[in-house]
């Protein structure tokens, strides 16, 4: 079965500061699909990156950028120049990349920024 | 803004009871998949629904079901409740049949049994 871990319960980062959230995961599969999700206050889920393994290419999108080590199976979120707004619970999670759309997802790290 | 809707937004019951949470989301959206969040923990999922039909299950009991409508609704039900069953239930919205497509997520139901 895959599971999804995330190691770091929660990560503090001076704002402006860079900050590293790991992520491992156990899978057999070789086409999966990796994703880092925010979850602020309000609760609602917002997708903040998503890898395809089949890609080798890190994915970014703005100041997210992943590190996808897929023979380590890692796959850890960089925040660069972290904002307040930044502040909230991040989750790691896996799609096994066909038609069962279910994500398996690790127990979360809570980001604090400060200012 | 996601597009995607839930509600109600809290709802309080007693075991044994049974609840119906709602989701909406907007037109094109035919899959919605349901999750179970625990204080603390990552979601767990529930099942899934594609074009009205249930089309993936997680390790949850014949007590939790659910319904998708034609118009895009979806409903899940929970009989019995337990007072483990108290939790944040997440509702996830996506178009079908091209896997690459985002799920969105609604703002989610919080639900405590006592």
């Known amino acids: 079965a895959q599971t999804v871990t995330q190691s770091q319960p929660e990560m503090s980062v001076q704002e402006a500061e860079t900050v590293t959230l790991s992520c491992t995961y156990d899978?057999?599969?070789?086409?999966?699909?990796l994703f880092w999700y925010k979850q602020p206050p309000s609760r609602q889920m917002i997708l903040v990156i998503r890898?395809?393994?089949?890609k080798q290419q890190n994915a970014t999108e703005n100041r997210f950028s992943v590190n996808f080590q897929k023979a380590a199976k890692s796959f850890s979120l960089k925040i660069s120049d972290s904002q307040l707004g930044d502040a909230a619970m991040y989750f790691c999670a896996y799609n096994r990349g066909d038609s069962n759309y279910q994500l398996i997802w690790g127990a979360g790290t809570k980001l604090i920024i400060k200012p | 803004e996601t597009g995607v809707t839930q509600s109600p937004t809290h709802l309080i019951k007693t075991r044994g009871q049974q609840v119906t949470l709602r989701c909406s989301s907007q037109?094109?959206?035919?899959?919605v998949s349901w999750y179970q969040q625990a204080l603390g923990q990552g979601p767990q999922f529930i099942f899934q629904?594609?074009?009205?039909?249930?089309?993936g299950r997680g390790n949850f009991p014949p007590r939790f079901s659910g319904l998708q409508f034609p118009n895009y609704s979806s409903e899940l039900n929970v009989n019995a409740l337990e007072l483990d069953d108290s939790a944040l239930y997440l509702c996830?919205?996506?178009?079908?049949?091209?896997?690459?497509?985002?799920?969105?997520f609604g703002p989610g139901t919080r639900l405590l049994v006592l």
């Open positions: 037109s094109g959206h035919n899959t």
């Open positions: 996830a919205a996506k178009r079908g049949g091209a896997y690459q497509e985002t799920q969105y």
């Open positions: 899978t057999s599969e070789s086409d999966y699909y």
């Open positions: 890898q395809e393994a089949y």
């Open positions: 629904y594609y074009r009205e039909e249930e089309n």
